[in-house]
T-cell receptor, first 113, second 115 residues
Framework: GNSVTQMEGPVTLSEEAFLTINCTYTATGYPSLFWYVQYPGEGLQLLLKATKADDKGSNKGFEATYRKETTSFHLEKGSVQVSDSAVYFCALTHGAGYSTLTFGKGTMLLVSP | DAGITQSPRYKITETGRQVTLMCHQTWSHSYMFWYRQDLGHGLRLIYYSAAADITDKGEVPDGYVVSRSKTENFPLTLESATRSQTSVYFC??????????????FGEGSRLTVL
């Protein structure tokens, strides 16, 4: 079956540091890949996505590249802010018209001033 | 207000009682979902619905019942609550079509405690 594995947190960084959160997946065929973010006390919201190999998703300074050869979709940001403190979820789904997502367990990011 | 709303936001109940969590969306999205979030497990899909009167089981459906008589509503019922159902429950909706597959909009969550 499908599965998503994320690095365990929490990840603790100082403001302006470089961020990487690793995500690898197992799936048949050609899944679409997503990063969702959950700020404290809120529901999840879509951060970025990529639908085919070598696609790069980007939003709010975050980036992730769909690497089929390594089955990975690592999240990166060049300079984190305190406001980026949240839980980040990697997820996958299969194909157009099929919306059920398989989530990783989430990685908490804590950014200090 | 536009969007997706859940109620109640917080609920404390006792083992064996019936509890219903409500979910309402104003976008006319075809897909709706219920997830539970637990420490160490991330989000797990309970049930989902592709349209009114069409529902299907997710990863952890036991002990839960859903219905979808109207496109905008998707209530989740715990018929006889157990302590293991203490969790934060998230409702989500999606257009689900074409390039928007996997783009879910989440409610703010319902925190349920079963004593």
């Amino acid at each position: 079956g499908n599965s998503v594995t994320q690095m365990e947190g929490p990840v603790t960084l100082s403001e302006e540091a470089f961020l990487t959160i690793n995500c690898t997946y197992t799936a048949t065929g050609y899944p679409s890949l997503f990063w969702y973010v959950q700020y404290p006390g809120e529901g999840l919201q879509l951060l970025l996505k990529a639908t085919k190999a070598d696609d790069k998703g980007s939003n709010k300074g975050f980036e992730a590249t769909y690497r089929k050869e390594t089955t990975s979709f690592h999240l990166e940001k060049g300079s984190v802010q305190v406001s980026d403190s949240a839980v980040y979820f990697c997820a996958l789904t299969h194909g157009a018209g099929y919306s059920t997502l398989t989530f990783g367990k989430g990685t908490m990011l804590l950014v200090s001033p | 207000d536009a969007g997706i709303t859940q109620s109640p936001r917080y609920k404390i109940t006792e083992t064996g009682r019936q509890v219903t969590l409500m979910c309402h969306q104003t976008w006319s999205h075809s897909y709706m979902f219920w997830y539970r979030q637990d420490l160490g497990h991330g989000l797990r899909l309970i049930y989902y619905s592709a349209a009114a009167d069409i529902t299907d089981k997710g990863e952890v459906p036991d002990g839960y019942v859903v219905s979808r008589s109207k496109t905008e509503n998707f209530p989740l019922t715990l018929e006889s609550a157990t302590r293991s159902q203490t969790s934060v429950y998230f409702c989500a909706s999606s257009d689900g079509s074409g390039g928007h597959a996997g783009e879910l909009f989440f409610g703010e969550g319902s925190r349920l405690t079963v004593l």
